[in-house]
């Protein structure tokens, strides 16, 4: 795993191995509450994931992620707004409970 030092994780984010959290110039990107990312998923520059979204095995992330979608590709797109977050256990809510 591979995570730039300007990258900001939001409360209860599953990362899975092989995850790159990554920027060559400027700002990481920023990820929300409660979101999976699946195995081999690489986020480059300063891209927004929103909270409760999945991302799918061997993502490539280039661009902003709405809240509650599900992902996936090379590059990743939208797939749907079923579900969102389904891999995460334990969901973080605004109490923080």
Known sequence: MIINPTAV???NCN???FVTIGAIDG??????????????CCLIENVRI??????????VVT????DNATVAGNYAKVL???RPGKY??????ETGN
Not at 50 to 59: E, F, H, L, P
Not at 88 to 93: A, L, Q
Request: net charge negative; aromatic share 6%; proline share 5%.
């Open 9 to 11: 994780i939001g409360n």
């Open 15 to 17: 990362l899975s191995q």
């Open 27 to 40: 700002n990481a990107a920023e990820i929300g509450d409660n979101v999976y990312i699946g195995p081999n």
């Open 50 to 59: 929103g909270n409760n979204v999945t991302i799918g095995s061997g993502s």
């Open 63 to 66: 661009h902003d992620i709405p």
């Open 80 to 82: 749907n707004y079923d």
């Open 88 to 93: 995460v256990e334990n969901r973080w809510n």
